[in-house]
């Protein structure tokens, strides 16, 4: 089995700085995912990446960046955080696009 | 942009068996049906998925209609550690990215 490491775990920052959020994953997958959970309400995904150094954009890329410099690990970019973006962000992977996605346990912006 | 319908809540008793319901009625043929739990402060985990076939596995057995416009997960034998919010989700094949989940069931166990 494999883990995915997710760091950190609370991301606390003022209005309009810049936050990174880390992912690593030790499954070897290909594919590396970021998603954002608001509260009550289901997954969006934010980007993706098929292998190294691809970045694909999802639904709610806007105000966000993202980087895959090692297969292992994909990081996200808040560009500028804004409070109504206080959310759970989820990192994931799977072998190939398609298949079954696992999951990190979740970094959470508070943004003050 | 949900594809899916689940009840937002089900309560059980600790050793019955819970049949969860999903419908997913414009379902395309290439689509996956994929089946996830979370908990409070977790990701989500994967509990099953398949595509036309009844399938199983130590968690959960997952019954799909013939038409595959409706599917229902079933829990047997729940115990306190089950109470979670299931996500039924429909995925494409491979060569496609996104993954849509909805708000899902909150299955409350109770003792």
């Known amino acids: 089995g494999g883990i995915i490491t997710q760091t950190p775990k609370f991301l606390i920052g003022q209005e309009g700085q810049k936050l990174t959020l880390k992912c690593q994953q030790n499954?070897?997958?290909?594919?590396m995912y970021w998603y954002r959970q608001d509260s009550g309400k289901g997954l969006r995904l934010i980007y993706y990446?098929?292998?190294?150094?691809?970045?694909q954009k999802g639904d709610l890329s806007e105000g966000y960046d993202a980087s895959r410099e090692k297969k292992s690990s994909f990081s996200l970019t808040v560009t500028s955080a804004q409070k109504n973006e206080m959310a759970v962000f989820l990192c994931?992977?799977?072998?190939?696009?398609?298949?079954?996605?696992?999951f990190g346990e979740g970094s959470r912006l508070i943004v003050v | 942009d949900a594809k899916t319908t689940q009840p937002d809540s089900m309560e059980s008793t600790e050793g019955e068996t819970v049949h969860l319901p999903c419908s997913h009625a414009?379902?395309?043929?290439?689509?996956?049906i994929y089946w996830y739990r979370q908990v409070p402060l977790q990701g989500p985990e994967y509990v099953t998925h398949?595509?036309?076939q009844n399938t199983t596995n130590s968690m959960a057995f997952l019954a799909i209609a013939s038409d595959r416009k409706s599917s229902t997960l079933i829990l047997p034998h729940v115990s306190l550690r089950d109470a979670a919010v299931y996500h039924c989700?429909?995925?494409?094949?491979?060569?496609?990215?996104?993954?849509?989940f909805g708000k899902g069931t909150s299955l409350t166990v109770i003792p």
């Open positions: 414009t379902i395309s043929g290439n689509e996956y």
């Open positions: 989700i429909l995925r494409e094949g491979v060569g496609y990215q996104n993954f849509y």
């Open positions: 994931a992977s799977s072998i190939h696009s398609g298949n079954t996605l696992y």
């Open positions: 398949g595509l036309q």
């Open positions: 499954f070897n997958h290909d594919t």
């Open positions: 990446s098929i292998t190294e150094n691809d970045l």
